[in-house]
């Protein structure tokens, strides 16, 4: 969305709202100009909120993210232009544009409906997901320290596998990845696997029975981890964030996915200039009310390999 603005406002100032853990990632992007942390702002008083949102004079607050107290706060800061959607009943009352957005029914990418709420811009805002790749604007990255250059093997592909999702994904499992670690010949992939400190704890047995991996689990500030999959080929995970941050990055980013709605690809595949998914043919109804998806573990490591190598 910044990046659609900017390319056709360049003299726009972005400013994001969001959470703490969302700074880092957004602030690679060259089209942000401030980060305003929500954690932060929740600690003022109700007089302070909204002083800290007019001391910005702002021109317009769209509301990608909905949320009520926001938008009660960009009515009392009396931004000008406030955008929500229609589907919200407070928007009514608290936002003066509404666009009619259907998330629910709509077979659109979760950023192509989030452009969409730009139309009060009047530019165009059917965008295609073979543009959105240069609208990202990842070039404020982090150097990556040399303990971590040193690990970087440039004789051999560098791959991250990412298996955990910390329950916002379905998972393909940590058997299938070492299916797949046994159809990558070594001398030609480096094996690196991410993850927090928990991850690595719930993985620790899959880590030491595999000697090929580099353990990577929890010794990653976010900022570093971001550099580290800019320095590598490739990483592949479930429907994550560093999914999407390989993607964005214009790394080979393969995405394993449940066919199940609303967390498809159709949803939420990773889009790049190099980015991949894998989902079978099948309703996935099976699947939705219990914890693990027989669906998303049924990708063979062979179609994974099958595009690693294309």
């Known amino acids: 969305m910044a ?40 600690k003022l008083d109700s007089n302070e909120k909204i002083i800290a949102l007019k001391n910005l004079n702002l021109d317009a607050f769209v509301h990608v993210f909905p949320k009520k107290e926001i938008s009660r706060l ?41 452009i969409k709420l730009l139309k009060f811009l009047n530019i165009n805002t059917n965008i295609s997901l073979e543009i959105i790749p240069k609208l990202y604007g990842f070039t404020k990255i982090t150097e990556l320290k040399n303990e971590y250059k040193e690990i970087i093997d440039p004789s051999r592909i560098n791959l991250i596998f990412h298996p955990k999702s910390k329950g916002s994904a379905r998972e393909w499992g940590l058997n299938n990845f070492e299916h797949l670690i046994k159809l990558l010949p070594q001398k030609k ?48 995970a479930a429907s994550t964030g560093p999914l999407h941050i390989a993607a964005a990055l214009n790394k080979k980013a393969i995405g394993l996915f449940s066919p199940m709605k609303p967390i498809d690809p159709g949803r939420w595949m990773p889009v790049g200039k190099d980015a991949h998914h894998l989902v079978i043919n099948k309703s996935c109804s099976d699947c939705r009310k219990k914890n693990e998806c027989a669906c998303i573990k049924s990708i063979q490591a062979s179609q994974i390999l099958s595009i690693l190598e294309k």
């Open 3 to 42: 990046g659609l603005i900017k390319n056709q406002f360049p003299n726009a100032r972005i400013y994001f709202l969001g959470n703490s853990y969302t700074k880092e990632i957004v602030l690679c992007s060259e089209f942000i100009e401030e980060f305003i942390n929500y954690d932060e702002l929740e």
């Open 74 to 114: 960009a009515k009392q800061a009396k931004v000008p232009l406030r955008i929500g959607t229609t589907n919200r009943l407070y928007h009514w009352i608290y936002c003066n544009q509404l666009i009619q957005l259907s998330r629910k029914k709509s077979n659109l990418h979760e950023s192509q409906l989030n």
């Open 189 to 236: 992939y480096k094996i690196f696997i991410s993850g927090t400190v928990q991850d690595g704890n719930l993985m620790q047995e899959f880590i030491n029975n595999n000697s090929e991996l580099t353990d990577l689990t929890g010794k990653l500030s976010l900022p570093q981890f971001i550099a580290f999959i800019n320095a590598c080929d490739g990483l592949i």
